[in-house]
């Protein structure tokens, strides 16, 4: 057994025969999920079975479950431990759920486990702005500073007192939507929260920011994508940037001046999706990115030259929108191109049996409307006598990456 998952659903008295169970040591990893508490309420059902548990605590590398419960995250996991997922949900109250009690494991993060190679955090905040919006970046970055008990101040002030140098990948992730999550706060104070990565991962190589699309209503993102670019430029490290999903919105505000410094000036890697509305011309090799189309948008200035550029990326996936498949004609052969959904299908077949240069084509058969099955066909005929495409065989597939991952 390689990872053991844990569901508390019910009293201590029903759980006893699945903790007394032997487990096939040594575990790799541990997901817990806690449900409930004893009758009483006076214990946790781990306390109950703490020998037993406990034996299979010390065998782990990778632990996932939220950082408030203390018989797990507070001093039971041990130091050697090389994965960690924490879900961290606090709100402005005192008690059980303020933020100074909830987040002090996490203050200890680089003591309690210095050979931590990923880190995942996934927000559930529930506290109030950390001051208001103002178009000062250096005014936004002492506002952060100066509320030292709100939890984004706490999280960037705790990954600024310390430094994990074994740590590779990072991940930020809101679990739920709204006004005051992590991302707003990140959004109003970026620059500290960069600054603390910075300092607290310098050997860091992947950092994925799975942010909430909806922040993009409060407030402009200008600060976010400066400060985003500036922390690109100053890391060494970082081979591989996972995009907020905002960038594939029409709301993302102005990110042309990020996007522009990853496809032609920064030397790492790009997951997630973005708007076409954002894209500038490409000038170094790309292994992967991801377009996506939208109707509603102006159209872009240098849009000959993007779409010429596009070969200098090896795996390209596109969602085209009804009107704009012109970049079609510009795909050549070093070019693995995946179409997500399949739009206006007579010009798209005329297109591609126009393009005597692609190789290799993946293609969603679904269909808007109605006529999915014929739209199939209709590919599937051109591609059975195209000259050049050579995977004539697996084209349909599903909305993924079908060689990448």
Known sequence: MDTLAIVFVGNSTVLSSRLETPFSLPLVGLRLTIDCWTNDYSQSPLEVHNKTFQDVLNQLESYSGYIDFPEVFNSNLPSTLKQLELKIHCTDDEGDNSPSRILAPFIRLSNDYPHLESLSLHFELEAESIGDYYEDKDTLYLAALNYPSHP?????????NSTLTSLRSLTLADSVPGQLTFTTHMYRAPRLLFDSILHFAPSLQRLSL????????FGEHILFYTELKHYLERTTT??????????????????????????????IEIEGEIL?????????????????????????DDILEIYESLNMVKHLQVTPSRSDLDFIPHIGS??????TTVVHCDRLCQLLAENHRITTLYINPRAEGKGDKNNKEKFQAIIDVHPSIKNKDSVFVDNVWPTLF
């Not at 984004?152 to 600024?160: D, E, K, P, Q, V």
């Not at 070093?334 to 179409?339: G, R, Y």
Request: a negative charge.
């Open 276 to 300: 076409m509305e954002y894209m500038a011309p490409i000038t170094r090799p790309l292994l992967s990115l991801s377009i996506r189309f939208e109707d509603s948008v102006d159209p872009v």
């Open 152 to 160: 984004y101040s706490i999280i960037c002030r705790s990954l600024l």
């Open 238 to 267: 970082l081979k591989c940037l996972v995009l907020p999903a905002v960038l594939a919105t029409s709301m993302a505000g102005e990110p042309q001046e990020l996007v522009k410094y990853l496809v032609q000036d920064a030397s």
């Open 210 to 217: 799975r942010m909430c699309n909806d922040a993009s209503d």
């Open 334 to 339: 070093e070019t693995t191109l995946t179409l």
